[in-house]
């Protein structure tokens, strides 16, 4: 694969707004379409706003729905990769915080968010254990983990271990808790090996604040763009080979099976100390 650019898109929906969202959500996609970004990625919730209340479940779409129907237009007509993270009813009612990789072609994959943080579970039920958003894009093997899923070494490992070469966050991650933002957008591509692309909301919306600092780390943890607050956008090239360099350089996944298959225990091993 040739080199290809990547943008994080930063932004916070306004709550409850579907209409006024989508509005902002097409306008940044063709700005970074026209800037030559061939893969967009959008904040957690950001055609709904990151609110959570009952008229969450009033404004949510299915799919493809509203939203996803303006992501693959947009998609197919600028040439495209798109993910985010959309508020989906499901045909049983439930409500489900859904991962969305979107291509010129269409929906390429969904999956819905499975850690749930705060008061989260009081208004999405959580998607499957093994359910994960990974897709083959032009850009390459995608995988989603969404906001604080990014926290869990073992989530952006299972999308390694499922081919994915570059893992998009689209978040809304608070602003207090910046200095683990900081951690685990880099930590996260250095274990894997992979670009990261993360979008993340910014500023204050139904009394929540939020980081900002959305950014694009490339597989070695080094950061190649932030915006660390306000509306807007960051790019960067992305070179696929960089990854293959990185996982031959440092082969976490090559070696990973020495570490989490350990050899079977017997009666003459001494007993563990300190722990």
Not at 50 to 72: E, F, K, M
Not at 79 to 92: F, H, M
Request: hydrophobic content about 40%.
């Amino acid at each position: 694969m040739t080199p290809f650019t990547a943008a994080a898109v930063q932004f916070t929906g306004t709550p409850l707004d579907p209409e006024g969202n989508v509005r902002r959500i097409e306008a940044h996609v063709r700005r970074c379409a026209d800037e030559g970004a061939a893969l967009v990625v959008l904040p957690e919730l950001c055609d709904t706003g990151y609110v959570l209340s009952p008229g969450l479940s009033r404004v949510a779409g299915t799919l493809p729905g509203r939203t996803g129907d303006l992501l693959c237009t947009l998609a197919a007509g600028l040439g495209v990769t798109l993910v985010t993270a959309t508020a989906v009813r499901s045909a049983d009612g439930s409500l489900r915080n859904t991962g969305l990789i979107v291509t010129p072609d269409g929906i390429a994959a969904t999956g819905a968010k499975r850690a749930l943080w705060g008061v989260e579970p009081e208004y999405f039920t959580p998607g499957p254990p093994a359910e994960q958003a990974v897709a083959d894009t032009p850009v390459g093997r995608i995988g989603v983990a969404i906001c604080y899923e990014g926290g869990f070494p073992e989530a952006a490992r299972r999308l390694a271990l499922a081919g994915a070469r570059t893992i998009a966050v689209p978040a809304a991650f608070g602003a207090a808790r910046l200095p683990a933002w900081k951690l685990l957008t880099r930590s996260r591509a250095l274990e894997n090996g992979c670009h990261l692309v993360a979008a993340n909301s910014t500023g204050t919306s139904a009394g929540l604040t939020f980081c900002g600092h959305s950014t694009i780390v490339d597989p070695h943890g080094a950061r190649l763009a932030v915006l660390p607050e306000g509306e807007g956008r960051v790019l960067a090239r992305l070179d696929p080979a960089a990854v293959d360099e990185a996982r031959a350089a440092i082969p976490y996944l090559r070696d990973l099976h020495r570490v989490v298959e350990p050899g079977p225990r017997t009666d003459t091993d001494p007993p563990t100390q300190g722990s």
